[in-house]
């Protein structure tokens, strides 16, 4: 869950109305307004006394010029190093425009040490006491940015002591960080008991968090739309954080539906500092295979995100590269997706403003990187499967370094749950223990751990989970496991059982099931069943297959000439085919200048159909070796055309065409 936005920052159009929130009593500058002028024609209030130099500086970062306000406070600290107001501004500066917390936090305590030395800790009426306020509440701000919330705890404390109005829920949310949800409560319930409208607004919104990672499902559902609705009966602008905070709540009770309705809406309103609905879209969509979908959202998330301060420009880079890997994953594409995963992994985001564990980051970054590198691995070897020997060789090798880097990735994930019961409850999807690893690749997960170790936790996390949908999904996941521990029996009772269940929404994580149910028909000698799960798992989503290292089976249909006999060697040496006398159906038709691969369904459909020429001076391996490697990527590819531009563009990259296709590979995420 996220928090609204921030009430310290200076970077506000119009009046800034935040300025309320931070106790300033001062005036507000518009847009644009020249700091000189506003000198001139209004002296500072009554308790924010201050020299002309350093109410120029202030006034500066009032109106939003950041790097003028950085020279006006060194400019006055080069002269006057105990001035607390020129390193209250550097405080803001630091914070806003370089989005440097811990610098920020020095300034603020330098500024806080220098005031209370000269005017002691406890103000009077007749002395600057505005500045104090606003360098106590600043502190407090900057302090939960880098997640020292017991330190903004006290804060607080000290400006209640001194100060009014109380800023009473602003506690809520560092005593939820602290898991201290009782204490979170009352604090949320003081605010709620004012009359002052932006407590009630922070109020609710911790109240939502709290309840969220409290484990109360049913509650946080309630007070997340208590939150979001609390607006609209004031008629206020709807503040974003609380749409997406509603999304995720519908989510973690399955409503699917409701949540993509919700995150749409939250990204038709003001920009959300924490947070981009965007992302939570291209999640959602890709957890429902509606790829096209997918794709819109994935553009969609540079620009917004570019749209915010720059202060808050870091808070989830990694929800935002999370998003984008996934993808390229889904769509099979590993190098692209490597590219974002191996940020991921050494990039954390900031969590202050967010109320999730930072592990779960960790786990699912991990596991995207693993599932990036095993899909390198299987296309390495499908590319050299019409290949010579030798080469086939070389490409084995390769694989296994890949391979290599897969299990590394999986010690990450295994880390980041080792604590405590995080294992279970990251089975538990939807939840704050599982907030954001997607359904299809929680398999994965069970993967790193091995079989035993999930099946132990997915029984607790069963047994724990009172949610009416909740059973379909530990089907799933204890029949990959039972899969898994060589238990087949087990396996294909659980996996039909969820075959049956599962929301019909979760289309990738069906096909992932109906992949495995295909795969344990086949053996079973139950060929029909096994041809026609196999079927509806390709058209859901035909890089299952890949992502979980299985095998088609198929029989070939091909008269004996050169190109189609070099090209069925090559199928057989695939790791992606079983060639034999059941199965789907490949069709092959060449000659010496052309040849097409068709791959046919039980029910008569053709899933997939290519075609290669020969040049001049190509025999027919080279044909048969074309054609193979057009057959992998049309069979096991999703129904979406993404070129290499394409995919460089989803990264926020500003290249132009002709650089892009001078330099094919991502420049970067568009991320920094």
């Known amino acids: 869950m996220r928090r609204p936005r921030s009430g310290s920052s200076l970077q506000l159009s119009g009046c800034l109305a935040l300025l309320a929130l931070v106790a300033a009593g ?15 024609l209004l002296e500072a209030p009554s308790g924010l006394e201050a020299s002309a130099e350093e109410l120029e500086a202030f006034y500066a970062a009032l109106s939003g010029k950041l790097i003028r306000a950085r020279e006006l406070a060194q400019a006055i600290l080069k002269k006057h190093p105990d001035s607390f107001v020129a390193h209250y501004i550097m405080g803001e500066v630091e914070h806003d425009a370089e989005a440097n917390f811990p610098r920020s936090v020095y300034h603020f305590e330098q500024a806080r040490g220098l005031f209370e030395k000269k005017f002691s800790a406890t103000p009077g009426p007749t002395q600057p006491w505005r500045w104090h306020t606003r360098i106590l509440l600043s ?27 109380d800023h009473l829920s602003e506690r809520a949310w560092p005593l939820m960080k602290l898991r201290r949800y009782d204490d979170a409560r009352r604090a949320a319930a003081e605010g709620l008991a004012t009359d002052d409208s932006r407590q009630r607004e922070i109020a609710l919104n911790a109240l939502c968090a709290v309840e969220f990672e409290a484990g109360r499902d049913d509650a946080s559902y309630t007070a997340c739309k208590r939150a979001m609705d609390n607006a609209k009966t004031l008629g206020q602008d709807q503040d974003p954080a609380d749409l997406m905070n509603f999304a995720e709540a519908s989510r973690s009770v399955f409503k699917l539906d409701e949540a993509e309705r919700i995150d749409r809406e939250a990204s038709e309103v003001a920009i959300a500092w924490y947070g981009n609905p965007w992302s939570e879209l291209t999640e959602l969509y890709l957890r429902e ?10 553009k969609e998330i540079a620009g917004y ?10 808070s989830d880079r990694n929800e935002n590269r999370r998003a984008l890997s996934s993808f390229f994953v889904v769509l099979g594409r590993p190098d692209d997706a490597l590219r974002v995963t191996q940020k991921g992994l050494v990039s954390p985001d900031r969590r202050g403003h967010n109320s999730r564990d930072p592990a779960q980051d960790r786990t699912v970054s991990a596991l995207l990187d693993r599932a990036a590198h095993s899909l390198k691995a299987e296309r390495t070897v499908e590319q050299a499967a019409a290949q010579p020997l030798y080469k086939r060789l070389s490409a084995r090798a390769s694989a296994l370094v890949e391979a290599a880097q897969a299990w590394l990735s999986s010690r990450v994930a295994v880390r980041a749950v080792s604590e405590g019961d995080a294992l279970a409850g990251s089975f538990q999807i939807g939840t704050a223990r599982s907030a954001i690893l997607p359904p299809w690749l929680a398999g994965d997960l ?12 997915l029984k607790v996390a069963r047994n724990e989970d009172r949610r009416s949908a909740a059973p379909a999904y530990y089907d799933a996941f204890e029949g990959e496991a039972a899969l898994l521990a060589g238990d087949h029996a087990e396996a294909e009772r659980l996996l039909d059982a969820a075959n049956k269940t599962l929301p019909s929404a979760e289309q990738l994580l069906r096909a992932r099931v109906l992949s495995l149910l295909a795969t344990l028909h086949e053996q079973r000698g139950n060929h029909a069943v096994a041809q026609r799960d196999y079927e509806r798992a390709m058209q859901i989503d035909p890089g299952a297959l890949r992502r979980l290292t299985l095998a088609l089976p198929v029989r070939v249909e091909a008269k004996g000439d050169p190109v189609s006999e070099s090209f069925v060697d090559g199928l057989e040496n695939s790791p992606r085919f079983d060639v034999g006398a059941r199965g789907l159906l490949v069709s092959v038709r060449a000659d010496r200048a052309a040849g097409e691969a068709c791959l046919i369904g039980a029910s008569g459909a053709q899933l997939a159909c290519v075609s290669a020429q020969a040049k001049s001076n190509e025999g027919p391996d080279q044909l048969a070796i074309k054609l193979l490697e057009a057959f992998h990527l049309k069979v ?14 989803l990264d926020g990259s500003t290249l132009r065409g002709s650089e892009q296709d001078l330099n094919p590979i991502l420049q970067g995420d568009g991320l920094e």
Request: aromatic share 6%; hydrophobic share 40%; glycine share 6%.
């Open 26 to 40: 001062a005036l507000c500058v518009a847009p644009g307004a020249r700091a000189q002028d506003v000198t001139e």
């Open 139 to 165: 502190l407090s701000n900057a302090y939960g940015e880098i997640e020292q919330h017991e330190k903004k705890l006290g804060l607080l404390a000290r400006y209640n002591e001194l100060y009014e109005p």
């Open 289 to 298: 295979s509606r790829l096209s979908e997918a794709l819109f959202s994935l």
């Open 305 to 314: 995100r570019a749209a915010r301060p720059p202060h808050v420009r870091e």
């Open 446 to 457: 069970i993967y790193a751990v091995g079989p035993g170790t999930a099946r132990a936790a």
């Open 636 to 649: 096991f590819a999703p129904p979406i055309d993404l070129s290499q531009v394409d995919a460089n563009s």
